[in-house]
């Protein structure tokens, strides 16, 4: 069974605190990307991965930094937590053959005060 | 204007109905098209997937594509309470590495 895991389901972290949140995936996916859920807006790209040590923005990196060192884990560091980027944070990988077929992990829920 | 509108229900209906669901899109390089289902804390899953035009069916499942009029729409029939979740269109042009998705829409199905 394939597999996108985040390490955290539910997060809460104070105003200005460095974030990590972790993905692995299971399935050798070249491409990695992470999202943010917000009700009425759907899911936004942030960043995509589609090598190690490769990274794209998406439509909102600001406030954002990603990290891929290996192949199978994609980092998203929130450099200065704010407020407003409390939402639902989801990782996806999808391989380089089949890219329009991306598997979800379960979600991060980020809540900073 | 956004790339995908998706009326975002929510979308209440009894057991055993017809669903429909719909969403427009502006981009004509779109040629990828698909339908997402999420279930309540967890993440997106993968429903069906059409390229360019015409129907695809799958079970209960039908996907159409008509792409003179922008416009796609996922069918459930005979829906079940099983079927209550948000459903997301998601669209894609060749060679892009970036999917457009929909806002989503909540259907709840009553037994």
């Known amino acids: 069974d394939v597999k996108v895991t985040q390490s955290s389901r539910y997060l809460v972290k104070r105003t200005g605190e460095k974030v990590f949140l972790e993905c692995v995936q299971d399935m050798d996916h070249e491409n990695m990307f992470w999202y943010r859920q917000d009700p009425g807006l759907g899911l936004r790209l942030i960043y995509f991965?589609?090598?190690?040590?490769?990274?794209e923005k998406g439509d909102i990196p600001e406030g954002y930094s990603v990290s891929r060192e290996k192949k199978e884990r994609f980092s998203l560091i929130l450099e200065s937590a704010s407020t407003n980027q409390t939402s639902m944070y989801l990782c996806?990988?999808?391989?380089?053959?089949?890219?329009?077929?991306?598997?979800f992990g379960q979600g991060t829920r980020l809540t900073v005060v | 204007q956004k790339e995908v509108e998706q009326d975002p229900g929510p979308l209440s209906v009894p057991e055993g109905a017809i669903v429909s669901l719909n969403c427009t899109y502006s981009n004509s390089a779109f040629q990828y098209f698909m339908w997402y289902r999420q279930y309540s804390r967890k993440g997106p899953e993968l429903l069906m997937y059409?390229?360019?035009?015409g129907n695809k069916e799958d079970g209960r499942f039908t996907a159409q594509v008509d792409k003179s009029s922008k416009y796609i729409s996922l069918f459930i029939r005979d829906s079940q309470p099983s079927d209550s979740a948000t459903y997301l269109c998601?669209?894609?042009?060749?060679?892009?590495?970036?999917?457009?998705f929909g806002a989503g829409t909540r259907l709840f199905v009553k037994a």
């Open positions: 998601a669209m894609k042009a060749t060679g892009g590495f970036k999917t457009i």
């Open positions: 996806a990988s999808s391989s380089l053959d089949r890219n329009t077929e991306a598997f």
């Open positions: 059409t390229y360019s035009s």
């Open positions: 991965s589609y090598d190690v040590k490769m990274k």
